[in-house]
């Protein structure tokens, strides 16, 4: 826990981000539902919903790259693999755990867009976790938060303008990317063991 804790500590207000933005979207719909007709916030909600989730790629891509800890690691017996799944864990359990309660609120208020009830909430959280899968392979693969970053935006896209609009039903959209986004952050973790297999080395030398 002492080991989580001191990752929070890098990183809290990442973690506060998505309640943030929770709110701030079901303050915007509690709002516009009694101002707007649903013709008109519909396509409000269909923008301020893909907001969190672009937020969890480029939050997940800053924790994993560019801070000196994750480097100074590779050379403690604390390991890089330990630091990057750790934060990955923390920063996509906080966005999944928001998107979950975004989806409840908006659901509730009848604004959530494209809803086909309860199961319309592996849209948003299966999102978030393919993104942030994905980002942490190319994290790893690259150690660039520029490139880790655009990666995320591109993930974003694809799922928003190319897949999503031809595959509607919520379990068919999200079952073949979350497998693949699976076996992406299988591959990252077995490639964080070779790196430290690597420092381990390097130090018996």
């Not at 920063?91 to 319309?120: E, K, N, Y």
């Not at 974003?156 to 897949?163: A, E, G, R, S």
């Not at 068919?172 to 979350?178: A, G, S, T």
Request: net charge positive; glycine share 8%; proline share 6%.
């Amino acid at each position: 826990m002492a080991f989580v804790g001191i990752q929070l500590k890098r990183f809290y207000r990442l973690v506060l981000l998505p309640f943030i933005l929770t709110a701030g979207i079901l303050l915007a719909g509690f709002v516009l539902e009694g101002s707007w007709s649903p013709g008109r916030i519909r396509p409000v909600m269909i923008v301020l919903t893909q907001v969190p989730v672009i937020a969890a790629g480029l939050s997940t891509a800053f924790v994993l790259n560019g801070d000196p800890i994750v480097e100074l690691a590779e050379s403690t017996p604390t390991g890089w693999r330990k630091v990057q799944v750790t934060r990955l864990l923390i920063i996509t359990g906080a966005f999944l755990a928001a998107a979950g309660l975004l989806f409840i609120g908006l659901h509730m208020m009848r604004l959530w867009p494209r809803d086909m009830g309860w199961v319309s909430i592996i849209t948003p959280v299966g999102s978030i976790f393919i993104v942030n899968c994905l980002v942490f392979l190319i994290a790893v693969l690259t150690t660039s938060m520029p490139t880790s970053s655009l990666a995320s935006m591109a993930i974003w896209l694809f799922l928003c303008f190319i897949w999503d609009p031809y595959i509607t039903d919520p379990v068919r959209q999200r079952l073949i990317p979350l497998f693949i986004a699976t076996a992406g952050a299988i591959f990252g973790w077995k490639i964080c063991n070779d790196a430290e297999r690597n420092v381990i080395k390097m130090a018996a030398l």
